[in-house]
């Protein structure tokens, strides 16, 4: 009896220990996974926290003058000097720019209190970027410094409001003065430096922005003319930054206007990897070409400026290479188009169909180089420099490509500005 009353208590307290362990295990596993679940929640809202205040550690500068609802932040958030950064116009003041599509940036005419003009692109509700994807634009727009690209002075991002402050450039497009308007007259020496400068800022992004920057819509209407009729290159909205780990990777989001997807039919390697994207631009660049031959735009009644000219060019033409009806007749008329053979032979290299023939945009920068400084012409256009200032320091250690102390003599007299002819 004792031995079978013995074992009956040693069974019972074998099980409730069982059930005890059981029981705590369980008990274990469920605080392990509501903590799981508290920290995702946790990240979750972290997340969320960041994609509704994405700049919540940018200095903040002053409210705009009168408008309160949109807030101006430094873009070069690191400088000390942002007291009295902003004090604008904005939708007070004239637009000087609006396209046709509604969800389009609406571009308007402002003034810091410097004094300094200044162009702001709104974002129309339509376009709005994530907030995320926002910040990293602002990122890239304001890290990259070249004389030839268009400068970021400041952004907005507060109450559903996405602006972006460049600098006001006064000339306008290289389309629009191309045409004319404003009474300018580009003559051929102002093409050829307009297409260097064009260059050296594409090369710039090509192959001394870190990580390299595409651009993906170049145009002449993305070319902006400043006060001295130096080009520089505008809109990087379309732009992509490219690691060394994507530079194989294929690319899927393709971005552009009307224009550049016309050219992703005639040149179809566009749409694969990002260094033939690298590539492609230079097919653009070469459409800007013969545009500043022949003042046409790149696609009218459905015909193509690179087939046009290449039906005509005449090698047996030692004057005008077969293409005298395609100069715009503001330069033919002139006459001496020195260098023009050269200039036209680079174009075309340019937009050749298999990407493996086109130059890289640092070589038709040393070409345009050699026409000019092989025809008398000064490769230093006003305030500008050669490439190899352009592109390091070759008397001492090389620079930097995002260091501020890169040769901007422009900035200190006030002609960084932007123009009224940005195209969204």
């Known amino acids: 009896m004792n031995i079978g009353g013995t074992s009956g208590k040693t069974t019972i307290s074998t099980g409730v220990i069982a059930g005890i362990a059981a029981g ?84 308007y005419r402002g003034i810091l209190s410097s004094g300094q003009m200044v162009a702001i692109k709104r974002a129309q509700q339509g376009s709005m970027q994530g907030a995320l994807e926002f910040k990293t634009e602002i990122e890239l727009l304001s890290r990259v410094h070249h004389k030839n ?27 629009e003065n191309l045409i004319g308007r404003g009474g300018r007259q580009l003559d051929w020496k102002k093409r050829l430096r307009v297409a260097l400068g064009s ?37 990087f909205g379309l732009s992509k930054l490219v ?9 899927t989001q393709v971005k552009g206007t009307l224009v550049c997807f016309h050219l992703c039919d005639y040149f179809p390697l566009f749409q694969q990897t990002d260094s033939q994207l690298m590539v492609f631009n230079v097919a653009g660049f070469g459409v800007v070409m013969l545009e500043l031959i022949s003042a046409r735009q790149p696609i009218e009644k459905g015909k193509y400026i690179v087939r046009e000219v290449r039906m ?14 395609i100069v715009d007749p503001t330069i033919r008329n002139t006459g001496n188009l020195k260098g023009f053979r050269r200039f036209v032979e680079l174009a075309m290299r340019c937009v050749e169909e298999s990407a493996a023939n086109r130059p890289t945009m640092n070589e038709a920068v040393k070409e345009i180089e050699t026409i000019l400084q092989s025809n008398g012409f000064n490769t230093q256009a006003s ?26 003599t422009e900035e200190s007299s006030g002609a960084f500005e932007y123009s009224g002819g940005y195209s969204a």
């Open 312 to 325: 005509v060019i005449n090698d047996y033409d030692e004057e005008w290479y077969g293409l005298k009806e």
């Open 243 to 251: 690691s060394d780990s994507q530079k194989g990777h294929v690319s």
């Open 383 to 408: 305030s500008a420099s050669s490439s190899t200032t352009d592109f390091g320091n070759t008397h001492g250690a090389p620079r930097h490509p995002y260091s501020d102390h890169t040769q901007r």
């Open 199 to 235: 260059a050296r800022g594409l090369a710039y992004l090509h192959e001394l922005a870190n990580p390299p920057i595409i651009h993906r819509d170049v145009k002449s209407t993305n070319i902006l003319l400043d006060e001295s009729l130096n080009a520089k290159v505008a809109d």
């Open 24 to 107: 705590c295990i369980v008990l274990v596993i469920g605080l392990v996974c509501v903590g799981i679940y508290a920290l995702l929640q946790k990240k979750k809202a972290q997340r969320a926290s960041i994609q509704s205040t994405p700049f919540g550690t940018f200095p903040c500068t002053r409210y705009l003058h009168g408008d309160p609802v949109a807030k101006m932040m430094a873009a070069h958030h690191n400088s000390r000097e942002r007291d009295g950064f902003l004090s604008t116009r904005s939708r007070s003041a004239p637009t000087i720019s609006r396209t046709l599509m509604k969800s389009a940036p609406e571009v």
């Open 149 to 175: 690209l268009v400068d970021l002075v400041g952004f907005c991002f507060e109450q559903g409001e996405q602006m972006l402050v460049y600098e006001y450039i006064p000339n306008g497009t290289l389309r």
